[in-house]
């Protein structure tokens, strides 16, 4: 059963007004908690506008022409910290009639709506972006804006670009058309999530973990949230906005996450352990599979409609050949991306197990620090008791080589019985 009644009854709920103070208007109003990237990227969209105004017939020399602003940005940060809202709201800002990103005028709403023609976003089907969207990408990037000011390329996840699409990105960041802004999002600037070369042709906004505080705050203010459900769902999120949300508003997010926290109760025994591994996988498969399936049957469905069911005439059979290649071609981007869609379910409920036993190691500690899982919270300190800090850190450390191999390309199910048995074990 979800448990947000229980975090809806604690004691502790903040009076209601504390809603109402809000956050300044604007773009930059739902990066949470980068207060410092925030002020970088406003200080380079205002020399960005101010590049257009000296380029402008009959204005004044600049005094230092471009300061602040650059071609090409890399947005760094954990998952759920921001970047593509970082880069989104810095498109909106470039775009913006006023240059401050003020999210009012058509240039900030159509950026924000996704809908403006010179911003263009990336975010990879599979596991890769491959060379010919790239190159797709980088030739259209290098027309000249239709809205008079900046075409900006967002690429969602420049990690996932593959060495080929990497290198047709690399021309262009060296060598950019006067009007084109890339802004790459990525874990890191370590050289296996961007190349060296591309690292060293950027400007990087580093953005951090926001405080459960901050996501709490936007939760309520943005989403409407009851501040005691959105200060347990940004807990539970470990500083992942976005998981936060759907924490706080999908009972079935809610009851999965539920389940994962059993786990550690449960592992009574070998059998057990292989159930329990055996559970966690189909989890993912289902929480990926009912994320993906809407998409899938409207894509193919679009695809049917353009290729034009039936068809009697001349030519008739070599157009339905061509129509059974695309069609392949479809459910082969379709297979890929349910395959990420299914990583990214089983990470998230890694890193749920993963704050329960952390959880159970600052308890073992007597750590003076708020729990990840409020709801778990006594069955973690029972743990932490139990196995000390020793057993609870190399428990936690087996979830976390969990993660690493299965980022590593171990095969899913493989990893986790691993990590099952290991936490059984102790
Ligand atoms: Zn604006």
């Not at 380029?55 to 593509?84: L, Q, V």
């Not at 259209?140 to 996840?157: F, H, K, L, N, Y």
């Not at 021309?171 to 370590?190: D, G, I, N, Q, Y």
């Not at 399936?293 to 009697?312: H, R, S, V, W």
């Amino acid at each position: 059963m979800p448990d947000v009644s229980a975090a809806a009854a604690a004691p502790e709920a903040a009076p209601p007004e504390a809603a109402a103070a809000g956050g300044p208007p604007g773009v930059f109003a739902d990066l949470v908690g980068q207060d410092e990237a925030v002020a970088t990227l406003r200080r380079a969209a205002a020399a960005a506008a101010a590049q257009l105004r000296q380029a402008a017939p009959g204005a004044e020399p600049a005094a230092d022409p471009g300061a602040g602003m650059t071609h090409a940005w890399i947005f760094t940060g954990p998952p759920g910290s921001g970047r593509s809202v970082a880069a989104r709201a810095f498109a909106a800002a470039l775009q913006c009639a006023s240059g401050t990103g003020c999210g009012t005028c058509p240039g900030c709403h159509t950026t924000m709506a996704g809908t403006h023609a010179d911003v263009r976003l990336v975010a990879p089907e599979g596991l890769s972006i491959g060379v010919g969207e790239m190159r797709a990408l980088v030739l259209r990037a290098a027309s000249t804006p239709s809205g008079g000011r900046w075409q900006v390329v967002i690429i969602s996840d420049a990690d996932r670009l593959t060495e080929a699409a990497g290198n047709a990105l690399l021309k262009a960041v060296e060598e950019p058309p006067p009007r084109t802004v890339f802004l790459l999002c990525a874990p890191s600037t370590h050289p296996d999530d961007v190349s060296v070369t591309i690292r060293s042709r950027c400007r990087v906004v580093p953005l951090r973990q926001p405080a459960p505080e901050a996501v709490a705050e936007v939760l309520v203010r943005r989403d409407g949230i009851a501040p005691d459900v959105a200060r347990w769902a940004a807990a539970a999120a470990q500083g992942h906005v976005g998981r936060a949300r759907r924490l706080a508003g999908d009972p079935q997010a809610r009851s999965r996450r539920d389940a994962v926290l059993a786990v550690p109760r449960r592992l009574t025994g070998v059998g057990a352990a292989f159930d329990a591994a055996s559970a966690l996988i189909e989890s993912a498969e289902a929480e990926a599979a009912a994320s993906v399936a809407e998409l899938d049957e409207a894509e193919k469905a679009a695809l049917q409609t353009a290729l034009g069911a039936g068809g009697t005439g001349r030519g008739a059979a070599g157009a339905l050949r061509g129509a059974q290649g695309q069609l392949k071609d479809l459910e082969k981007r379709q297979k890929s991306r349910a395959t990420r869609a299914q990583r990214d379910a089983l990470d998230r409920a890694l890193v749920d197990l993963a704050g329960f036993y952390r959880d159970a190691l600052v308890a073992a500690l007597r750590a003076p620090v708020a729990p990840v899982h409020t709801d778990t919270a006594a069955l973690a300190e029972a743990g932490g008791q139990k196995w000390h800090a020793e057993g609870a850190l190399r428990r936690l450390e087996a979830v976390l080589e969990c993660r690493a191999a299965i980022e590593a390309n171990v095969k899913p199910r493989i990893a986790v019985e691993a990590m099952m048995l290991a936490l059984w074990k102790g």
